[in-house]
């Protein structure tokens, strides 16, 4: 049983545009939804988090909505750039001691000049 | 300060043949992951360590053993190798619990099981 899914596997975007990138999860006790970027040949990095308290939270170009009866949570990346193309997983995970994450597959976002 | 680290980065094993694959922070992280990603697959955990002195299983712990040596470090052994393990290995901690504290990545390890 998948736990968090993404939407859509792939993206290609122009510059300037929005991304859009989905996720939806099953688990209600969930209370932590970030977003990870990851660039060939490396390890993912923190991008974005958000909990349930709060339906959006914005860092600069990324924005993530929160829709806590839908279970479904967004990132959003505005005036998309070529330096933003990239592998985007969405996570969740509960709150505690032994908590730990669980990642969707992750989508591929290429941004065309 | 290096962040987590990760040695080999890569590895070519035949199957059946065993290694380590060893990570170690300096963050002062109590929290320490092993992930594995294959395409299509995501990040799937393998074993984690919540604090120095214990270990628990994750969504995939078939075929691979880990060893919480002490705070800084956190090993992953195959004991068997097998073509299923070729795959992107990554190493991650994190101060405390995962959903409190951002989880620092490795810059992982390619492994290849021929």
């Known amino acids: 049983q998948q736990q968090v899914k993404q939407s859509p596997q792939s993206l290609i975007v122009q510059k300037g545009g929005i991304s859009i990138i989905n996720c939806a999860y099953e688990?209600?006790?969930?209370?932590?939804f970030p977003w990870y970027q990851q660039f060939p040949g490396k390890g993912p990095a923190l991008l974005i988090a958000?909990?349930?308290?709060?339906s959006e939270k914005k860092e600069g170009r990324f924005t993530i909505s929160f829709n806590k009866s839908a279970k479904q949570f967004s990132l959003h990346i505005m005036d998309s750039q070529p330096g933003d193309s990239a592998t985007y997983f969405c996570?969740?995970?509960?709150?505690?001691?032994?908590?730990?994450?669980?990642f969707g597959k992750g989508i591929t976002l290429s941004v065309r000049p | 300060n290096a962040g987590v680290t990760q040695t080999p980065k890569f590895q070519v094993l035949k199957t059946g043949q065993s290694m380590t694959l060893q990570c170690a922070q300096d963050?002062?992280?109590?929290?320490m992951y092993w992930y594995r990603q294959d395409p299509g697959m995501g990040l799937r955990l393998i074993y984690y360590?919540?604090?120095?002195?214990?270990?628990d299983k994750g969504e995939v712990p078939n075929g691979y053993n880990v060893s919480r040596l002490n705070k800084r470090e956190f090993s992953l052994r195959l004991e068997s190798a097998a073509p299923s393990q070729t795959s992107v290995y990554f190493c991650?901690?994190?101060?405390?619990?995962?959903?409190?504290?951002?989880?620092?990545f490795g810059p992982g390890t390619r492994l290849t099981v021929t």
């Open positions: 688990n209600t006790a969930f209370d932590y």
């Open positions: 360590s919540a604090s120095e002195g214990t270990t």
């Open positions: 958000i909990r349930p308290d709060v």
């Open positions: 991650a901690s994190s101060l405390s619990g995962a959903a409190d504290y951002e989880q620092y």
């Open positions: 963050m002062n992280h109590n929290s």
């Open positions: 996570a969740a995970s509960s709150s505690g001691a032994n908590s730990k994450l669980t």
